[in-house]
């Protein structure tokens, strides 16, 4: 597995059968047979902050690394993954959207599942005392490319503000919404000061990529452990074409 495996989740629950948007679900308890599968293999689990170092040469690349990301901040990853992730002593980061933490993932309401909070200030504060990085997922969880230069500055620049105040800490990594991104966002990033950003591209994360559109490897519902492990060892070729910053 050459690069870095950056593997994204979005909720951790107990889920009926579905169809659609399996890439949104994850089963807890085939969450937690990944987590003790990378511990078991003694893969690394670099924490984001670690991969931007591994990334820009400034620490070692270790063999088949792997890093956690959340996207959303829903609720359920303090309920279910958050308990896992301490029982094996594993890194990750939870993407925030600043303006709508506390309320409902509005943007699923049309699925067939019930629509899940995210979590509150008060919950990000806590889990990043545990441990937890928290980035940003824009101010409101809408599509980036092609947005107009000042709603592109609130969503980039102004939600890691908002989480920057009301964490109290820093925010160093950003998640582009529903992986939607342009050049123009990606040069939103870098004036907004990120360390680095994340798209929904396929593929592991090596320097050749543009550190503020690092590619992804979605875990969905229906991978079982073979699935699992099929997207840490398949060719790493990303899928997607990938925008970046002129050289």
């Known amino acids: ?110 699925d067939d599942h019930p629509t899940p909070p995210l979590m509150s200030f008060g919950r990000l504060r806590e889990i990043a005392s545990r441990g937890i990085e928290i980035g940003s997922h824009g101010a409101r ?25 009301e964490l109290g800490q820093r925010v160093q990594h950003f998640c582009y919404p529903y992986g939607s991104h342009d050049l123009a966002a990606i040069e939103a990033a870098a004036g907004a000061g990120y360390e680095s950003a994340v798209t929904c591209q396929r593929g592991a994360a090596t320097p050749a990529f543009d550190i503020l559109a690092l590619p992804r490897k979605a875990i969905s519902y229906g991978d079982d452990i073979v699935g699992f492990l099929w997207k840490l060892y398949a060719k790493d070729a990303p899928k997607g074409h990938a925008i970046s910053r002129p050289r």
């Open 1 to 110: 597995m050459s690069g870095i495996s950056i593997l994204m989740y979005h909720q951790v629950g107990r889920f009926p059968p579905m169809k659609t948007h399996r890439a949104v679900y994850c089963d807890v308890g085939r969450f937690r047979l990944q987590m003790r599968t990378l511990r078991a293999l003694r893969i690394p689990v670099l924490s984001m902050s670690e991969t931007v170092a591994c990334l820009q040469g400034k620490a070692a690349m270790p063999d088949r690394a792997v890093t956690l990301t959340f996207d959303d901040g829903c609720e359920n990853f303090y309920e279910n993954a958050l308990p896992v992730l301490e029982e094996f002593g594993l890194p990750a980061i939870v993407y925030a959207i600043a303006d709508l933490a506390g309320g409902p993932a509005q943007w699923l309401a049309a």
């Open 141 to 165: 969880h809408v599509r980036l490319e092609g947005l107009p230069a000042e709603a592109l500055r609130t969503e980039v620049a102004g939600s890691r503000e908002r989480l920057q105040e």
